[in-house]
């Protein structure tokens, strides 16, 4: 038995077919942990839920943006985005099934593992004074109000202009808010953990003052190993309690799977002749 950790699919169905067949992928055996962003932006985000969901029992897979953006698209709550290619879903004969699942996955898991102690499954990051278990306590407030009055509460947290910077007093929206930015948009932050909104490139080129989140000094999680994806310009990348992942398949860069057992790392081009 092994588990495989993929990065951001996007709806690179074939792509994500081939990363199975490289790894030699055997349901019911092996495990995927899938970092979230299932959908849109690729051409077949319909494929990609319909396999994930038919193979549940052997995937663990958390909540990106673009798939809580596809809920709240779906719940009439956000309008479509010029870049989407979520009309498939939104019209299949199964889209109900398939949407009541989405929103059941969480936003983090953690599992102790043999190798490299405990592993921690997020789609974009933690916030450097987190504690795995203050991270853990944050996504579940978030699954919550997500399960509750059909996810009224989390729909008002997007909809906020500049999500606040975490702070324990937090509460209401705001709370909400600014957990959603940690864990599915974080990329880069100030040393006290305030989020660089807006900056998607390359860790070299990030603002002045901005550093990724993982290299804050003294991490409050850095005794786990963090799973994670959403940057697709850092790309691969494995450092000490971190293993990113998002190699940019929907722009034509790869999938990436990390094989957690010893480390391997397989990589499918976007294109088979790439």
């Known amino acids: 038995m092994a588990t495989y950790a993929v990065g951001d699919l996007q709806g690179c169905s074939e792509p994500f077919r081939r ?4 790894i ?7 495990r995927l942990w899938l970092v979230g962003d299932l959908v849109n932006r690729g051409p077949d985000s319909l494929g990609v839920l319909r396999w994930v969901r038919r193979h549940a029992e052997d995937v663990t897979a ?9 809920l709240a698209t779906a719940a009439g709550r956000r309008r ?17 099934d398939l949407l009541a ?3 059941g996955l969480p936003l983090l898991h953690r599992e102790p593992r043999d190798a490299g102690g405990e592993h921690v499954l997020v789609h974009a990051g933690l916030h450097p004074r987190w504690t795995v278990d203050d991270a853990e306590e944050h996504a579940r407030e978030v699954e919550a109000a997500l399960g509750a009055d059909g996810g009224a509460a989390v729909w008002e947290a997007l909809a906020l202009k500049g999500a606040p910077a975490w702070s324990d007093g937090l509460a209401g929206t705001a709370r909400l808010a600014s957990a959603l930015a940690v864990l599915t948009r974080y990329r880069t ?7 660089c909104e807006g900056f998607n490139g390359p860790p070299a080129e990030a603002p002045a003052g901005c550093v990724p989140w993982f290299e804050v000094e003294d991490r409050a999680s850095r005794d786990a190993t963090v799973v994670f994806g959403h940057w697709a310009a850092l790309g691969f990348h494995r450092g000490p309690g971190v293993l990113a992942l998002d190699s940019g398949c929907v722009w034509g860069g790869a999938l990436t799977a990390v094989r957690l057992e010893d480390g391997e790392v397989f990589r499918e081009p976007a ?3 790439a």
Do not use: S
């Not at 030699?24 to 092996?30: A, E, I």
């Not at 958390?62 to 596809?70: K, P, Q, T």
């Open 19 to 22: 990363l199975r067949e490289r």
């Open 24 to 30: 030699g992928f055997r349901p019911g055996r092996d």
């Open 62 to 70: 958390v909540l990106g943006n673009h798939d809580l953006h596809l």
């Open 80 to 96: 479509p985005g010029k870049r989407d290619t979520l009309a498939p879903v939104l019209a299949a004969d199964d889209r109900d």
């Open 101 to 103: 699942w989405l929103a």
């Open 189 to 195: 932050c100030t040393p006290d953990g305030a989020p």
């Open 271 to 273: 294109t088979p002749d």
